[in-house]
């Protein structure tokens, strides 16, 4: 066991001189202040402190003569008056390598910065052909490629939105997102490679796009067929027969839209030009995971992701020219979003596609060893797993950091960093798909402890509260933020009232952003996070909510009731476990077990199968007919039943004893 707090690495002076943090501390006039003063300056005086991050970095874009914050949350807006558009900020530059692709089958391609801003070019002139403009939606169907960082970027460039879902998701998981926003577009691959199989998506594709009644245009990326062949794609590749059939509440008039090819698409050049559009307006579309509902199509702006992530990217993980950044990601992640904030501070964004773990658990070592990779981030369940493999990583000397995410890193993980890459500190990273950074984190002028997260990040006052809504320090309690961030939501879609935004963060503590992780936050201002305080599902760093998972289940005949718990914590990822009430009469077969895997693995993803079904007389819940997701959760990780859930508040008490380990 490795104790809690156990100091592990502590910067040497040669590091702190030429850290990104301290030379932003030398241009403020604060040359050797102490980070939490620094902190505590830029939550306390907001406007100040962003508008340093601004001018710090020279961010392309006109200043208004507006407030630079006015109102608070929820409602605060940023820089009024004032424009920006996030590709020509990330487009900047023509010197270096923007972009390395790696897939699991061996292929690499290399993109120099001049290269990315034709291609950009070109999609934008195929987008501009297809008539999207500002405040158009353009959804991708897509994994972790090239095509999906040059569509974005030519996206933004003219003010329209973008929206991705990784091919692994099913399709009603995929339709439940991109209904909700109403694309103009759809750019999707044929399918793609995964664990050494190949997966075919094309027949998803065309139910996607035939639940998509907005489309006007279908853009096909021949990726697996290309694969399958051992070659990129090449110029000239035609589309296939991609079908859409119009639904039949929609209009007989309404068009089934055009298919073209990823080169269609990229066929004429044309002219790099950037739609200067208000701080405020949407860049991208994320989503929550859809624990309650529909999932939540969350709205992030231009100006807020540039000064968020040019802040975190520069002084957390200290990147910047010359440096090469990898994060393990998919396109449904928000930590792709974040990945390629790379191109923001001039850094080179490794984009890699495929297992975690194929050919052998120490692939994604060997990637970043091969390419260089002077930042290397994963989620903790991998570097757990590099620990019990034995995996001892080799030939990784330019490596200056690894970051962890998606949930914490126990105290071993931290220590095994520490003993197979000495002098190269871990900073665990904790934040969310909510605001698209991290709120706690490090820098390289921190100590690096075990299980322990040095710091509050610069302009996020996160705090925790106990149940009355009192900040306390030195116990665990609500992770919370009290003054508001460029980058939170700037809306969710088809919300205009605000309500479900209102409804997702501030219904507990009024005016108090409520994020849904247990914290302990530490005198010196470091923290410890204890996981969700949600039912989320979070699997192999991909969030889904359970209700997603029903709606696959629940649609068996055999099934009457469900209920799913992920054991997982602490960075350890435990057994998914799927409880059914089944219909009057059936049985929970082989056959039917077999079915409801195979309908998870296509509908959601593969990392949603349940580990074990058990067959139970009834679901727990509520007086008002909520399922009792986390007190079954906590009673299987071992609080007693009556501790768990009081009796008195459930419609069926009695079936409690069902679900004790």
Avoid at 274 to 297: A, Q
Avoid at 625 to 636: A, D, F, I, Q, T
Wanted: with cysteine; aromatic share 10%; charged share 20%.
């Amino acid at each position: 066991m490795v104790a809690e707090g156990a100091l592990l690495w502590e910067p040497a002076d040669e590091i702190v001189a030429r850290a990104a943090l301290t030379r932003y501390l030398e241009w403020l006039g604060r040359p050797g202040a102490a980070y939490e003063e620094v902190w505590q300056w830029s939550v306390d005086h907001p406007a100040e402190f962003w508008t340093s991050i601004w001018d710090h970095f020279g961010v392309v874009g006109k200043r208004g003569d507006g407030p630079v914050i006015t109102g608070t949350m929820p409602d605060a807006e940023w820089f009024t008056g004032s424009t920006v558009n996030y590709a020509e900020n990330a487009l900047r530059r023509d010197v270096g390598t923007a972009v390395v692709f790696v897939s699991e089958d061996g292929a690499r391609q290399e993109i120099s910065y001049a290269e990315l801003r034709e291609e950009v070019a070109r999609v934008r002139a195929g987008l501009v052909r297809l008539g999207v403009g500002r405040g158009d939606r353009v959804a991708a169907y897509l994994p972790n490629i090239p095509q999906a960082l040059i569509a974005f970027l030519a996206t933004a460039s003219l003010g329209a939105i973008w929206s991705a879902a990784s091919p692994d998701f099913g399709v009603p998981s995929v339709v439940d997102r991109f209904k909700q926003i109403e694309p103009t577009v759809l750019i999707a691959v044929d399918g793609y490679r995964y664990n050494g199989k190949a997966f075919d998506r094309s027949a998803a594709v065309n139910e996607i796009a035939g639940g998509l009644p907005s489309l006007r245009a279908t853009v096909w990326i021949p990726y697996l067929s290309a694969a399958e062949e051992g070659r990129p794609p090449q110029r000239g590749e035609p589309a296939p027969p991609v079908t859409r059939e119009v639904p039949p509440e929609v209009p007989p008039e309404v068009p089934p839209g055009e298919v073209l090819g990823w080169e269609g698409l990229r066929a004429e050049e044309g002219p790099l030009e950037f739609e200067p559009v208000p701080f405020g307006h949407p860049l991208w579309i994320l989503y929550s995971s859809g624990t309650t509902g529909l999932p939540k199509p969350i709205v992030h702006g231009h100006g807020g992701v540039v000064l968020e992530h040019l802040k975190s990217l520069s002084f957390h993980q200290d990147l910047g020219e010359g440096d090469v950044f990898f994060w393990y990601t998919t396109t449904g992640w928000m930590m792709w979003n974040y990945l390629v904030g790379a191109l923001l501070v001039g850094a080179t964004a490794v984009l890699y596609d495929g297992s975690a773990a194929h050919p052998s658990p120490a692939a994604l070592w060997r990637i970043a060893a091969s390419e260089g990779v002077t930042y290397f981030g994963v989620g903790a369940p991998y570097l757990m797993a590099s620990m019990k493999a034995g995996i001892v990583p080799e030939g990784l000397e330019r490596l200056r950091g690894v970051g962890s995410t998606g949930s914490p890193l126990p105290p071993e993980g931290f220590a095994w960093v520490a003993e197979r890459l000495p002098g190269v500190p871990v900073g665990s990273f904790s934040g969310g798909t909510d605001v698209c950074t991290g709120f706690v984190g490090a820098t390289v002028l921190h100590p690096i402890r075990a299980g322990v997260i040095p710091c509050r990040s610069l302009g996020a006052k996160v705090e925790s509260f106990d149940p009355a809504g009192r900040p306390v320090v030195g116990e665990v309690g609500e992770l919370v933020i009290t003054e508001p961030m460029p980058s939170m939501p700037v809306m969710f879609w088809n919300d205009p009232g605000g309500e479900r935004y209102r409804e997702s963060y501030f219904d507990v503590y009024p005016g108090v952003w409520r994020h849904g992780d247990w914290i302990k936050l530490n005198d010196d201002g470091s923290c410890v996070i204890y996981g969700r305080s949600d039912s989320t599902l979070n699997r192999g760093g991909v969030r889904m909510g359970t209700s997603e998972f029903y709606r696959v289940v629940e649609r068996f005949e055999e099934v009457a009731d469900s209920l799913v718990i992920d054991t997982g914590q602490l960075g350890q990822e435990g057994r998914l476990l799927l409880y059914v009430t089944l219909a009057e009469g059936a049985d929970l077969t082989p056959e039917v077990e077999r079915a409801i895997r195979v309908a998870l693995r296509e509908e959601l993803s593969p990392r949603h199968v349940p580990d074990e079904i058990h067959a139970v007389p009834g679901i727990p819940r509520t007086l008002s007919g909520k399922k009792l997701e986390v007190p079954v959760r906590k009673m299987l990780l071992g609080t007693p039943v009556e501790q768990a859930a009081n009796p008195d508040a459930m419609a069926n008490p009695e079936v409690l004893r069902y679900f004790t380990p």
